[in-house]
């Protein structure tokens, strides 16, 4: 698999074979191990960010499968045709993921000291 830190024409290469896992998802209706492993790499350079290193771990991997989970729900929703971006429109999804995740978490620890 390519790093997403990468040189530029590797990431264009890494998009162009992620456009092609999620065009074969939407013809299959199956997801192949090329799409799982193209979310699994974007979920975890999202989770290696720094804005997240003070969440616990638990709750890391509450995102971490939540995001994984929205991108194979969402994936076929994407349309080549409107955007040649995949990496962006996952990466959304992962984001969107990890901040309901957090809020989620967030608003059960308030909860959970208030009752005791």
């Known amino acids: 698999m390519i790093p997403l830190t990468s040189a530029p024409e590797?990431?264009?290469m890494f998009e162009s074979i992620l456009s092609v896992a999620i065009n074969e998802y939407k013809i299959n209706e199956k997801?192949?191990?090329t799409l799982k492993e193209c979310v699994i790499q974007l979920v975890w350079e999202e989770s290696n960010k720094d804005k997240y290193k003070?969440?616990?771990d638990n709750t890391m991997s509450m995102c971490?499968?939540?995001a994984y989970e929205e991108c194979c729900r969402h994936a076929q929703n994407f349309n080549s045709e409107v955007s040649n971006k995949p990496?962006?429109?996952l990466g959304q999804?992962?984001?969107c993921a990890f901040v309901n995740v957090i809020k989620k978490q967030c608003c059960y620890k308030i909860?959970?000291?208030e009752l005791e």
């Open 111 to 113: 909860i959970k000291e």
């Open 87 to 89: 990496i962006s429109y």
């Open 64 to 66: 971490e499968a939540k």
């Open 54 to 56: 003070n969440i616990d």
């Open 10 to 12: 590797e990431r264009k």
């Open 93 to 95: 999804l992962i984001r």
């Open 31 to 33: 997801i192949n191990n």
